[in-house]
């Protein structure tokens, strides 16, 4: 059965640094796709001038992944909803989904995380964008992201490496929904 992994989280978790260890040590072979990645492949020097361009090519590339019935793995901040689609799609073609939410516990500590990134020569996201992402991306997990997987994990990734809060084994959405409303 082909897989989707869906790493999620707001913008400054970590969510590429955590893909990159689980893709090299538990899931060897998974193929990646980050609409970020396609877009400093297309415009090294300004990959924000080229975001939508690079967003049509992950939604073929998704497309096509599907079609062919190969595992991948993608990351997403969910502050919209439409890999809501791209995975009912991937159930629908047999897939088994698998979400792994990387939390943060505000929109500050995401916005001080993007600062500390830009320092070190990563992309820059501004901070209205990222206040505005962060309760519709906390809304679209738990209501429209999470009971579309077949399994799921909430990381608290405010340490290093992040801590696993809960999981589909051993809580109910509604935990992870209580646990972020009560912070």
Known sequence: ????????????????????????????????????????GLSPFDPASVAFKAGRILLRETAELIEAGTSFALESTISGRGHASTLRKAKAAGYRIVI???????????????????????????????????????HNLVHHYLPLADLWFFWDAQGSPPVGLANSMTHAISDVDRFIHDR
Do not use: C
């Open 100 to 138: 792994h939410f990387l939390w943060l516990s505000s929109p500050q500590e995401s916005i001080a995380r993007v600062r500390s990134r830009v320092k070190k020569g990563g992309h820059f996201v501004p901070s209205e964008d990222i206040r505005r992402r962060y309760p519709r991306l906390l």
């Open 1 to 40: 059965m082909p897989t989707l992994i869906l790493i999620a989280g707001p913008n400054g978790a970590g969510k590429t640094t955590f893909a990159s260890e689980i893709l090299t040590t538990d899931l060897k072979g998974v193929r990646f796709i980050n609409a970020d990645e396609i877009a400093r």
